[in-house]
């Protein structure tokens, strides 16, 4: 079995600052592209960004700039370093990989969600 374990949503004020992370564990072969996705009350899941297992990124538009997305392969996680959150940043985040597993299937994975609101 593969899992996802997220940690370190929480409550800020706006123009702080989170650092999320994301664990994967389990029968992995390799893990391919990782990612973070959100979703806010009465709104559709969306893509925050992404990171191939080379190290290329791709960041929406929203946070280009104030969101960085890194993966340390040794340790099978990936990271979300928030800066300069906005109100319109709540929501639950989700992380997210494509897993070879050891049985060389590939399949999707996502974790439980991480809260993050932005208030003051």
């Known amino acids: 079995q593969v899992q996802l374990v997220e940690s370190g949503g929480g409550l800020v004020q706006p123009g702080g600052s989170l650092r999320l992370s994301c664990a994967a564990s389990?029968?992995?072969?390799?893990?391919?592209?990782m990612g973070w996705y959100r979703q806010a009350p009465g709104k559709q899941r969306e893509l925050v960004a992404t990171i191939t297992n080379v190290g290329a990124t791709n960041h929406v538009d929203s946070v280009k700039g104030r969101f960085t997305i890194s993966r340390d392969n040794a340790k099978n996680t990936v990271y979300l370093q928030m800066n300069s959150l906005e109100p319109e940043d709540t929501a639950v985040y989700y992380c997210?990989?494509?897993?070879?597993?050891?049985?060389?299937?590939?399949?999707?994975?996502w974790g439980q969600g991480t809260q993050v609101t932005v208030s003051s």
């Open positions: 997210y990989a494509r897993i070879t597993n050891s049985w060389r299937l590939i399949d999707d994975y």
């Open positions: 389990g029968r992995i072969f390799t893990i391919n592209t």
